[in-house]
């Protein structure tokens, strides 16, 4: 395409009259030759004005409408929860069952005989089992005898002593032969349940499985095993004796272990208070 002559656009088939410059005239419409496209605006905001009135009218309805549901499943508090089929997630929220009926060296005792009983006390034995009183002869019985059955307690604790006993274990785990831990270091060993899941069921035997973090390590400015974070799964197989859910036997696996956020690590120091500031959970559903 080429300047003309003139300065305009093309050849003279695309000249205006006069000027060689096209023009187009609206219809007259009374002094306002914008009129029209005013009105098609107004028309096309007072659309858009119904629809988001109409979209916040849905909003609120669906509110109300969720509120009213979440409202609806908390009528009856009192009453008892029913268990689902094996193998289905239940929420860890309350239920307004009381979970637990007392407690035995700081370990909750006394579950119901219900799927959430049973995996309320896979939990909390979860916890007993990988805490730091497990490397203490004293404590660690008192745990067995708390957690496991009677017909297989004793077994148990001859198995665990010889285990935690082991100064080669000991020492990997930067403990002394003994047990105790050096000098100006904090021992760490404590699991967090992040979910439990029903396996299996019946009568007076249940299947449990437990997801959950450990921490495990010494926290000290020179320590040579830092508190690392590991991710473990355990099945505890239960059986309903002496009017409580107990441990007959159990299996571990590693993961399922998530991806580690990009967080800088503690230091020895906030480590040491952290762990001394805060106390473990006692779970219970």
């Known amino acids: 395409m080429s300047l003309s002559e003139d300065g305009g656009y093309g050849g003279d088939g695309h000249r205006g009259p006069e000027t060689g410059q096209t023009r187009t005239r609206l219809p007259d419409s009374g002094g306002d030759p914008y009129g029209s496209a005013r009105r098609s605006r107004t028309g096309m905001s007072s659309r858009n004005l119904v629809t988001i009135v109409g979209v916040i009218v849905l909003l609120l309805a669906a509110i109300a409408f969720a509120n009213r549901g979440g409202s609806g499943n908390n009528e009856s508090p009192t009453d008892s929860p029913k268990d689902s089929g094996a193998g289905a997630a239940q929420p860890t929220a309350p239920t307004g069952t009381k979970p637990v009926g007392g407690k035995s060296g700081g370990i909750a005792t006394g579950f119901a005989k219900t799927e959430q009983g049973a ?3 896979a939990a909390n034995y979860a916890v007993a089992l990988n805490s730091d009183g497990m490397y203490k002869n004293e ?3 008192a745990i067995v005898d708390t957690v496991y059955a009677p017909s297989v307690a004793a077994s148990r604790k001859n198995g665990l002593d010889k285990a935690y006993s ?3 274990a000991l020492g990997r785990a930067g403990l002394k032969p003994d047990g105790t831990v050096p000098k100006g270091m904090t021992f760490v060993s404590r699991a967090t349940p992040v979910g439990t899941k029903i396996e299996s069921f019946k009568g007076d035997t249940a299947k ?6 450990a921490l495990f390590g010494l926290a ?8 690392t974070e590991s991710w473990y799964t355990s099945t505890f197989d ?3 004796t002496g009017g409580d859910w107990k441990v007959s036997n159990s299996t571990q696996k590693d993961g399922p272990a998530p991806i580690g956020r990009d967080q800088p690590a503690a230091s020895a120091e906030d480590m040491t208070k952290a762990v001394q500031g805060y106390g473990g959970f006692t779970y219970a559903r």
């Open 208 to 213: 449990v499985s437990v997801w959950y973090s």
């Open 119 to 121: 995996q309320s006390a």
């Open 139 to 141: 404590s660690r019985h």
């Open 220 to 227: 000290g400015a020179r320590s040579q095993n830092p508190v």
């Open 166 to 168: 082991d100064a080669a």
């Open 238 to 240: 239960l059986l309903w």
